[in-house]
């Protein structure tokens, strides 16, 4: 090991915090509090108990649980112990939670009390079941059971060099050594996070600690985060986000992290003036909902000073919204791949720079290539977005193809199609595998949502591309209508023809009650499209789409 060596891993930071700041209250769990020191305590005491009972650096510990304060001690002790924390959504179907089980393959599965039912179906529908036990300090940090796995017999070559172990830590005969007992180092990995999965199944990426210590070091060279903070974290902690933007560069510099398990406009405005928030991340969505609540015009935001926007571009009449109030918004571009963190826009650019992201973090490099040849573009230019540096994720976890997919020399492939200005300035056009073309033209579903959000009857719109007998494929829309307003198709049609090239103008547009999302809002597209299936393929029983006047409104 070099001297450097595990100088980036985030197990120090609570004993750092505890040592400078004992008593400062590190999270607020729906009213009850842990304090640096208390944090310190239960993680330190976690992490040797968990080494006690024989688990070993890149064992996963997976979890099923709401956000909370036990999970925050859990996370830091897998931090100090190289433990790899899993954390699992609880919004997921036992089928779909068993699936990613059986790929993490996780030593042991922590579960909060009212998720049991959920953990043992999930469990149920596995060839080999994890251990598991209760989160809390009633639970794993009482008694720390042995890892899920069986030691083989005694092999003389071993030596001090490791054990050697069989089960389900290799689904099969074959055995591996394991690693004696060591420091944690910096490329360990930390975190699993199951990607989004809008379109199929899920992958575990693989987040170390040196990915995490720099993302946030990223972060804080941005945002003014200090130890007189007060985050409001809403983002789900099974999610990326409810990690490394803001909570984890929180309890880094000291500050206060109030800890919400979900997302309710009326409690969040309230929050933001009985804890005197300071900071808060989100995405588009969740402004919308607190700027459409009752409660909004009146909420005392004073103390809300620095506001971060994240997975999907902010709607300018949005964003005006929110500076009438007096609230400064950072949009901001990211990808779990990246750790999250890539692109952000300065406040003193937002108004400026209405619907870009902005430019990369310090310690962040950005490219734009040629979606075809691959080639590096320079200066202004679209293409893919490419990202480099200390916070590329390590990996999918067990998938070693779709790794290969993505990681492209020193650059992380995202997928996503960006415009870039000549002064730098990135904006973000769409998924790259959702763009479709149609009479031989490219067509970005995100500008014909924009369009069709300037409606004012629309709350919310996705567009998907469908196979066309005429144009090769055009564009299927759903959209959400506000409560108590009125539309029809050819209305909207004709709105966006005014709006948009013909091209581009949708083929069918069809009402619906919500759009399916993940759990950070984002459009399933792949389960609109099953909504498709046996309806035509540009969605009507018949076959048919509807029209504009003269010749379809298509050219």
Aim: aromatic share 6%; with cysteine.
């Amino acid at each position: 090991m070099t001297p450097a060596d595990g100088l980036h891993t985030l197990g120090r930071w609570t004993t750092d915090r505890s040592l400078a700041t004992l008593h400062r209250i590190a999270v607020d769990d729906r009213g009850c509090t842990l304090s640096y020191g208390e944090l310190e305590r239960r993680a330190a005491g976690l992490a040797v108990g968990l080494a006690a009972a024989g688990y070993v650096t890149g064992d996963r510990i997976a979890t099923l649980t709401g956000n909370s304060s036990d999970h925050v001690v859990v996370f830091f002790a897998c931090a100090k112990a190289g433990l790899v924390l899993v954390p699992l959504s609880w919004r997921l179907s036992p089928r779909e939670l068993a699936a990613q089980l059986e790929l993490a393959d996780p030593q042991l599965l922590l579960v909060e009390d009212e998720l049991e039912s959920l953990a043992a179906g999930a469990c149920t529908l596995l060839a080999h079941r994890p251990r598991t036990a209760a989160l809390g300090p009633g639970g794993i940090e009482k008694s720390v059971p042995p890892p899920s796995r069986v030691l083989a017999a005694a092999v003389p070559d071993a030596g001090a060099a490791g054990v050697y172990v069989r089960g389900p830590e290799i689904r099969g005969p074959e055995m591996r050594l394991l690693e004696a007992p060591r420091e944690v180092r910096d490329d360990d990995p930390l975190l699993m996070i199951f990607t989004s999965g809008t379109e199929g199944a899920s992958k575990a990426a693989v987040l170390t600690h040196a990915n995490c210590f720099w993302t946030n070091l990223s972060l804080s060279r941005t945002m003014d985060l200090g130890s007189t903070d007060v985050v409001l974290a809403v983002l789900p902690q099974f999610h990326v986000g409810g990690w490394n933007i803001q909570p984890l560069l929180a309890w880094w510099t000291g500050a206060t992290v109030v800890l919400e398990r979900g997302f309710e406009p009326g409690r969040v405005l309230q929050l933001i003036a009985e804890r005197r928030v300071t900071m808060l991340m989100g995405v588009p969505t969740q402004y919308l909902m607190l700027a459409e609540h009752p409660d909004f015009a009146t909420a005392e935001l004073g103390s809300l000073r620095h506001a971060v926007v994240g997975g999907a571009p902010m709607p300018a009449p949005l964003l005006r919204i929110w500076h009438r109030r007096g609230v400064a918004l950072s949009q901001g571009y990211g990808l779990t791949e990246a750790s999250p963190n890539v692109l952000c826009l300065a406040n003193e650019d937002a108004a400026r720079m209405v619907g870009y992201s902005g430019k990369p973090y310090p310690h962040v490099a950005v490219a734009v290539a040629d979606p075809v040849t691959g080639d590096i573009l320079d200066g202004a230019a679209s293409g893919e977005l490419l990202v480099g540096g200390p916070g590329v994720f390590a990996g999918y976890f067990r998938d070693p193809a779709a790794t290969a997919a993505v990681l492209v020399g020193d650059w992380l492939r995202t997928g996503d199609l960006v415009e870039r200005d000549a002064e730098g300035y990135i904006k973000v056009v769409d998924r790259l595998k959702d763009i479709f073309i149609s009479g031989g033209e490219n067509v970005a579903p995100a500008e014909v949502e924009a369009a069709l959000l300037a409606h004012p009857a629309v709350a919310q719109a996705a567009v998907v591309g469908v196979e066309d007998e005429r144009w090769g494929e055009t564009g299927v829309a759903f959209v959400v209508i506000r409560p108590g307003m009125a539309t029809d198709e050819q209305e909207l049609l004709e709105h966006c023809a005014a709006r948009l090239a013909r091209f581009k103008v949708p083929g069918r547009i069809e009402t619906v009650g919500a759009l399916p999302r993940t759990a950070l809002n984002k459009v399933l597209r792949g389960r609109l499209r099953q909504q498709l299936d046996g309806r035509g393929r540009a969605g009507r029983p018949d076959g048919k789409v509807a029209s504009l006047p003269a010749d379809g409104g298509r050219r």
